[in-house]
């Protein structure tokens, strides 16, 4: 399972993030997506309110989105040392 964390215009201090990162924690097969970290920056991905993207906002997080799973389907699939 994949969470995403989000980016909204107004501070939320990281309390959004808490309860992903605790899930991921608590359960193997739970990866967080770390959007804000790549988004938060680029208020030109962001439609006029803020919250909703762009075109080129989507394109982006499409993109982002589908190099973090395969990163964790690559890794899960991949060997392990002995």
């Known amino acids: 399972m994949f969470l995403v964390t989000i980016t909204v215009p107004r501070p939320l201090g990281g309390a959004e993030q ?40 989507r394109a982006v997080d499409v993109r982002f989105v589908d190099r973090q799973v395969d990163g964790v389907v690559a890794a899960l699939r991949a060997p392990t040392a002995r």
């Not at 967080?32 to 680029?42: D, L, Q």
């Open 18 to 57: 808490r309860p992903l990162n605790a899930c991921a924690c608590a359960h193997d097969k739970v990866h967080v997506i770390r959007w804000w970290s790549k988004s938060h920056a680029h208020s030109e991905w962001f439609a006029d309110d803020g919250y909703h993207l762009n075109a080129e906002g």
